[in-house]
């Protein structure tokens, strides 16, 4: 046994010793929480060669495979990255969001958040910086980017981001947890009028948790009436150039082709549409997302 376990442990050091030193997590406190991303420099470069901070999804983390995958594919194409997790709470937070926990945390967290990760990057030495958000963390960058980015932040890449309807976000409320949006809606605003917007209030659900418990301020953040949540909303407001990256065949985001397509005029807002696409992107469709996004913030 202690033969065997010598020989694992000289394969775990070759292993170790044969990991690109380019990838590394960081991490930086932000407030009370200590906030933590993956790394990946590209071969012979540095941050002051340029960086995109990549935000992922609903309730996501920074290793789930659109995120990791991209990462790669940008890394093969030169592009230097650091992929976030956004707290949503928690200190050091890896992996999916656990339902089981009381929701505290708020949609618009994320954009100071990405807000504290610019700054860190521009504390390395990054001049360069690109954001690129996928789903809800398109549209949270979208929001980061048009209220808050610095002259540092050169360019905008919107990756199937995240659309909002008042009368479809009731619909899509009452068909996954069998009971109306409304009342719950009303009761929380009640609740943080009397003061108790941060105690934690039983839901039949909240974002892809059912039975959930989460504070009036969390619930209305994510399911109350605002129309910053639909990312096309943005668009205009965004001082760079921005590329919105779309699939055909996305079942996640509903309209999103339809209501950018107006707004992209091939230069500020740009349009990249991927055939058959769904809203992962994978196989080769992150190929192609990969493409579209080197060759933009490369012209």
Same mark, same amino acid.
């Given at each position: ?52 901070? $990549?935000? +992922? ?26 992929? $976030?997790? !956004?707290? !949503?709470?928690?200190?050091?937070? +890896? ?61 905008? $890449?919107? !990756? ?45 659900? $909240? ?15 994510? +399911? ?76």
């Amino acid at each position: 046994m202690s033969f065997i376990r010598t020989i694992m442990t000289g394969l775990a050091v070759l292993l170790l010793a044969y990991l690109p030193a380019s990838a590394k997590e960081v991490t930086i406190r932000h407030g009370q929480l200590v906030l933590n991303g993956n790394l990946e420099l590209a071969d012979g470069r540095t941050l002051a060669d340029g960086v995109m901070l $990549i935000t +992922h999804g609903t309730l996501a983390h920074n290793r789930m495979e659109i995120i990791s995958t991209l990462q790669g594919l940008l890394k093969e194409r030169g592009i230097s990255t650091l992929a $976030i997790n !956004l707290s !949503l709470g928690i200190s050091n937070r +890896h992996n999916m969001y656990d339902c089981n926990q009381p929701m505290r945390h708020r949609h618009e967290d994320a954009v100071e958040e990405i807000g504290a990760w610019v700054n860190w990057l521009k504390a390395q030495g990054a001049n360069k910086i690109w954001l690129l958000g996928h789903s809800r963390g398109g549209n949270q960058t979208a929001w980061y980017a048009a209220t808050k980015a610095p002259p540092e932040v050169k360019k905008v $890449i919107l !990756l199937a981001p995240m659309t909002w309807d008042a009368k479809k976000a009731t619909e899509k409320y009452r068909k996954r947890f069998g009971a109306p949006l409304e009342p719950m809606l009303r009761q929380a605003a009640d609740f943080a009028r009397a003061g108790h917007g941060r105690e934690p209030m039983e839901l039949p659900g $909240i974002l892809y948790c059912k039975n959930a418990r989460a504070t009036p301020e969390s619930f209305l953040s994510y +399911h109350g009436p605002d129309e910053r949540r639909n990312t096309p909303w943005w668009l205009k407001k965004i001082p760079v150039p921005v590329l919105v990256i779309a699939g055909t065949e996305d079942k996640v985001v509903e309209g999103l082709i339809e209501q950018v397509r107006p707004l992209a005029d091939g230069k500020r807002v740009q349009l990249k549409v991927v055939e058959d696409a769904d809203h992962f992107f994978r196989d080769f469709a992150a190929e192609d997302a990969a493409d579209a996004i080197a060759e933009f913030i490369r012209n």
